[in-house]
Structures are given as C-alpha cells and as structure tokens.
C-alpha cells in the first residue's frame, strides 16, 4: 500500500518536474532578439517533423547509434571513462527494464518469469555487478586518479551516492531475503499449504541445505534420506520459480558471509528494513530527476540528435536558442570539455572558475535564467567566459554534442548589452570575434570594445586634455621604479632620437597619429623618463600597437619598446581591474 | 628526424588546411611527427592581459615535448615567437621558472629547456636544407611570381628568435624558390600582416593587409606566399572580408601557405593540401608548371 503511494507520488512529481523543465527551454532567453515560448515550440515543432521525413533521419539513426548507444565519443577520448559509463549506463538500464519494470515487461514477455528463477536472477546479479563495477571505476576517477581541474560538484556526489544506495541496498535485501527463516516459513505456508515445522523440516533441512536459509532449529549435516525427501516436496511447491541461490552471487556471497547472524537480522526484520531503502531511494531518484544530474538521461539524446542536424547558417535563428536552453540541461558535468580546454592551464594563474568550459556553462545558465546577480559576479563570469581561443576542442570532445563554440559566443555577446566592461577584448583572444562580426550588427560589434577602451583609460585625465600643462617637478616617483621587468626598465637608456615613431607602421598609417594614438612611441619612453604614468597608461597608443617589433629591433639604444608596452598593457588592465572590482 | 607538431588553437578550427599540407610535406619528406594531445595554447594571445600566465601555457607545452624527448616545430610564427620569448625569459632568471614549474608539478610535468624551438621554415631550412628539397621537387613552376611575406614574430626581436637576419632576410625567399618560383622584390615585404589589432581596431588592422597586398600586386606579384596561421587568416579570409565588403577587388592576391606551394611541386595532389579550404581560390596555381 506505502510502495503504491509513494510510487504514484513520486511519479506525479517527476512528471510535474518534467513538464516545468521542458518548457524552460522554451522561455529561457538567450538571444538579443527572443520570440515568445509558443513562436519557439510551434518552429521546433517543425524543425523537429521536417528533420524525421527528410534524409536527414539517416544521420539521426547514424548519431543514435553511435553516440547515444555506444558512446563514440567518449570512447575516443578516454578508454577508462567510457567503461565506467557505459557500464552504469547500460547495465542500469536493462535492470530497470528487467527488474524494476518486471511485473510490467518481463513477465509480459516471459509468462514464467520469477524474480527467482534463472536466468532472470542471474542476469540482475550481472547487471547489478557491472554497475558496482562501473561505479567503482566512477569513483576511481573523481576521487583517486584526480585530473587536474576536474571539478566535482554537489550534484556529482549525490549521483553517485544514489546508484550506490540503490545498488548496494538491493545486494543487501537479496541476501536478507536469502538467509531469512521468516520469509521461508511465509513462503512455505502459501505455496506448499505446510504449516506445521516438522512436517516441513525436510523441505527445511533441503533450503539450510542447497538454499541458503538459516535456521536456529533445522541445522546440517543433514542424512541423505531426509534431504531425498525434500527434494520431492521442493520439486512439488518450489522448484517451478526457484534457481539454486548461488546464480545470485552477489547477494549469494553476502548471505553466506551473514550466516553466523543471520537469525539476528531475520528477528529485527532486516530485510523489511532494506526493501524500504531499496525502492524508497529509487522512487526519490525518479522524483528529483528532472533537477538532478539524472535528468541527461533525456537531455543529452536530444542535444546530440538536435546538433547532428542543426548549424548556425540554416537552422532557425529560434531553434538555436531553444536548442540552446536545453543544452544547459544537457551537459553532465563530466568534464570532458575542460580537460581538452586549451587554455585550461591558465586556470592555475587567474583561478578563475569560469575559465574551465565545464563550470563556465554552469554560471551561464545561471546569466540566462536572469536570476538576480551583482556586478562583480556577472563581470566575474564574463572575464574567466572570454579567456577562450575558440579553438572548439570542448565543442569536438562533449560527449552530450553540445554546441560549445555557438552557446560560448551566443552568451558573451548578449552579456556584453549590460555595458559592463570586458577588458580582455582588447587582446587577440578577439579575433574569433572579429571573424564573426557579419552575424551581429555594427552597433553591437563595436559597443564592447569602445566600452572596454573608455574604461581601461578611465581616470587618466592628463591624457585627455591638451592644453594642460605637465609639472615635471611633481613626477611619480615611485613608478619609476616601479614593477617593471628587467626588459620593460631598459625604456632608462633612450636618448631621443624617435626611430621606434619612425619605423612605426600604426604611426604611419594616420594623417594626424597622435590624435588617434594620444601618445607616440617615444613619446611614451619619454613619459616613462620622467615618471608620468598617467599620460602613457591612459594613450590608445597600447591598444593600437602591433606588436611588431619594428621599434624594439630598430632602436640603436635597445630599449625593449615593445616589451615596455606589453608591460603597459599588463599594469593598465591589472589597475582598470582593481577600480573595476 | 622526429618533431612533436605544434598547430595551436587556430590550425584545427580555422586553417585545416595548414595541418594537411603540412603533415603531407613532412612525409614526403619522410620526417616523423608526433602528435601531443595535450598540447594547450601557444599563450600569445595572453600576452595583452597577463604576462606570466602566457609563460605558463607556453612553458606547459615546451614542458610537454620534453617529456617525450621531442623537439617542438611550430606552424604558426606567434606561436613561434611566444615559444622563443619563454625560452629566452626562462634562461635569465630563476624566479620566474621556478614558480611555473611549481605549477607544473602539479601535473606532472617539468621545464628545463631541452626541448628545442623551431618553426617549420627553420626546419625546412637547416635540419632538412635546400638541396635535400631539390632532390624531392618533381615539378618546377615557370613564370610565377610569389610575394613571400615572412610576418614579424619570426623575425623579430631578433635576440630572442634567432631565425633569420631581420633586417634581409632571405631564408624565406629561397626555399620558395627551391620550387622554380621566383620570389620577388617588394617593398613591404617585411611589414606586419594586421593581425594582432583584429577584433580589436578592423580599421586598422584591415588598412595594414590592404597596403601589403596592394603593394605585392604592384610589384608583380601572382600569389602571396606566408607560413603563419594568422597570417594566413589575415591574407586569406579577412582579404575575403575586405573584398565583400565593397572594397576594391581589383587588388585581391591569392594567399598560398608554403607549405601548400611546396606541396605541389613535391607531387602531392591539392586535395591533400587542403587547397580547397584556402577561401580565395588558389586552384589555379598548377597552371604554373
């Protein structure tokens, strides 16, 4: 009655949950310009029908079986991983097919089937085995082998402390039910009419013997003739639906190695106990899935069908954003991406989490569900978001086939409409960004970068206004001797004679390069003589150079002009960072 | 010869055909390649932002060929370059190694600096040389001129990179020519392609390539020729941009990647070297021979 209740209970939750997940992906805004949720499920609709009866569904049968069933893609990328998985993943399934659903579908199928009888109890042994073993090799992974900057999560932990209840429990109620003498007797009474335990002792005597049941009356050794008798009556009332216990062998093994207490835990009603556990923490996992990590086993099917078909130049612009909502739900946090990430190492220098793609897609879903964050959180993520060289590996290895690249670039551009400024941008990490400008308006092309520039030059009045006269006699004593690099103090040694201006070829390319630079070359070293930081570090000069090294190969003095402006750039973003901040 | 392949963040993404045409070349010419999965960025793009952190990720990766006992060829030139730049920061002082190597041991992995720096040009060069090359050339073009543009990471700063004379240098232009092309005399050969500045100032990094193709067609030029991935994006798909744009088309130049152009004449077919993916159409080169 309790296991109906909570069985509907937690199916109406799960289906509640379900629902509220799926149309998140429907209003979930990502995109400038969002079209209302029932726009973005009618085209989905369509895209979805059109994609089926199409030739297309070949490639959807390929990608199934290929990256659904077999897991390809994990399989390429680590052999130990895709074990792990593959034996949770499959082994869990035919148990929930099998066993969870038997009264549905294996005894539909299999008009004799017993939870008892082989191969039917071999095979949930089996299965139940190679998830332990799966788990096993998941938890040798997370906590033993540790990757550099794999992260593991909350939601990582209870995944795994789950499967293990659930596992480890049905291994425990197995052997309780094994070695039980009250269950026996229950079981006698029904299905041979005995109820009198001397009349049953050779039926006994046959399961202390052959069946593992512990009795404190009935013990071996035991004369042939006794057991030859309940030989007969097992093959009368038993055998149709009961297979020797040692098929079982997970919970064969935990039997025989309870024996000696067996009786003990049959009185406390042990098995009772567990059999609570067991469906309990299953019930509680089918309830919460749609919240929990468990939740890609629909998620991640979708996300790697939807991109086998889908691409940014002809799918539709409101199919991408609602492919892109679910690909929050999609990702399984197992780290694939961020091993692969390129600029992964650089996570040890800024230790900010939002470098490493796994956690980075965990703080965007966080930007695009609009929950309410502060300043300093949401530059937080933008600035570890754009520490990216879009070299698309995470986008190759993600076993889930999210579109990495287009979610990372969808995202950074709609964060940067708040006006917050990304410093970053004024770094080669944009040219990927300048490659695409043809997708995003002018407008929007150049708003972060104008925004970035103001603000890294924000404060540095001197700069702006020409005609203020410079005191030489108030000159900043202690950047001159500043944190400059042993390279970046050589700007000491110039003596004037503008070659770095000359041979530049920014500075050539303007009719009036100083109004566009602020300051020139040797203008800077000039400033940087006299201990003004104020004017270099505020001068579009640093953003606009090419990092040529006509001006540092061509000084007769060898000053490091470049190495000097590198060092700028380094001081004006660490100081725009800190005002920032 | 065996060489751990550096190709960088851009090669695999955006310029596969750099990848293919070189690994064609280097089995023609029968060099071994190691690939390191773990390879991560070059660290050049950090420079802007953090000089320390694009030190650890090129140390990480000069780290990594040295635990294989591999020497590590670049493809792109600001890979090169940054690779050098670590190298010869790493030599004067031990503060700064010892902090990263700190970072490394985390993984595994130690820098010392036995892995040697080369950039394919170099390798092509000195470890295989011309004559070596000639050997392998089946065909010769006739009558085409190349603009080679060596880029600046190469070259410069010239204590640092050690690759050729930078102020005429002529390594370039002579393994150009070890495929019977003529490697002409231009005016802004050594000048920046604009690469650094784009996404950053399009203006002007789009002024800087315009005057270097305008200038190599004036001066007669066929084809371009670079050995650079952000050289290659500059001439090949942003001079494509250039040209939708609106701006004027008439100067549009071809950009081929040396390792394509010695690709053809060593016999190797253009669908190996990737010369389909090359946005301005260079197909036409084998006209040439």
Known sequence: MFYSISLYVALVIFIIGLVYKVSSWFFLKISVESKGASTRFFTALKGIVSAIYSVRILTLLKVFFLDVIIQRKILQEDLLRWLAHVLIYWAFMLLLIMHALDSLITSTIFPNYTPTINPFMFLRDLFGFLVIVGLCLAIYRRFILKAPRLKTNVMDHYTILLLAVIMLSGVFLEAAKTGSYSIYTDMVEEYAGIYDAEEMRPLTALWVENFGVVSADVQGPFEDELLEEGRELHEMSCAACHSRPHWAFMGNSVAYSVRGIATALDNAGIHTLLWYIHFLACFIGLAYLPFSKFFHIFTSPLSILANSVMNRDDSEAVNIETRQALEFDACTHCGQCTSRCSVGIVFEQFKNINILPSEKIQSLKKVASKKDMDREEFLHILDGAYLCTNCRRCTDVCPAGINLEDLWFNMKEGMFKSGYPEFSLLSPLSYYRGLMRDTISEQDYKKPLTQARKAITEGYDLIKDDSKVISISAHDNEFKDESLSSQASTFKDCFGCQTCTNVCPVVANYENPKEKLGLLPHQIMYSLGLGIKELTLGSNMLWDCVTCYQCQESCPQGVKVTEVLFELKNLAVDNASETNA | ?289
């Open chain 2, 1 to 289: 010869m065996k060489f751990a392949l550096f190709l960088g963040c851009n090669i695999p993404a955006r310029v596969k055909q750099y990848e293919m045409s070189s690994r064609a070349v280097f089995e023609k010419l029968n060099i071994d390649i190691v690939d390191i999965d773990e390879f991560n960025c070059c660290g050049y793009p950090l420079r802007n932002m953090n000089y320390t952190s694009s030190l650890l990720s090129a140390a990480r990766n000069m780290a990594l060929a040295e635990k294989e006992g591999l020497d590590l060829v670049a493809l792109c030139m600001c890979g090169f370059g940054m690779f050098k730049e670590a190298e010869h920061r790493f030599k004067e002082g031990t503060a700064l190694k010892e902090g990263i190597n700190t970072i490394l041991a985390k993984e595994g992995l130690e820098y010392t600096g036995k892995a040697e720096i080369k950039h394919i040009l170099s390798v092509l060069y000195h470890d295989i040389g011309l004559d070596a090359i000639k050997e392998k050339v089946v065909r010769e073009y006739k009558d085409i001129k190349i603009a080679t543009h060596y880029g600046c990471h190469a070259l410069r700063p010239s204590d640092v990179v050690a690759f050729d004379d930078p102020v005429n240098p002529g390594l370039f232009d002579k393994l150009v020519e070890v495929t019977g092309a003529k490697s002409i005399c231009w005016q802004s050969r050594l000048d920046c392609c604009g690469a650094p500045l784009f996404g950053i100032n399009d203006e002007l990094s789009m002024d800087l390539t315009r005057k270097k193709i305008i200038n190599a067609r004036q001066s007669g030029a066929d084809y371009l020729c670079d050995s650079c991935t952000y050289c290659h994006m500059q001439f090949d798909t942003v001079q494509q941009m250039i040209i939708d744009s609106g701006h004027d088309g008439s100067h549009a130049l071809p950009a081929i990647l040396y390792t394509q152009l010695l690709g053809l004449s060593l016999g190797i077919d253009g669908e190996t070297l990737g010369l389909g993916y090359n946005r301005l159409d260079i197909s036409k080169i084998e006209g040439f021979f």
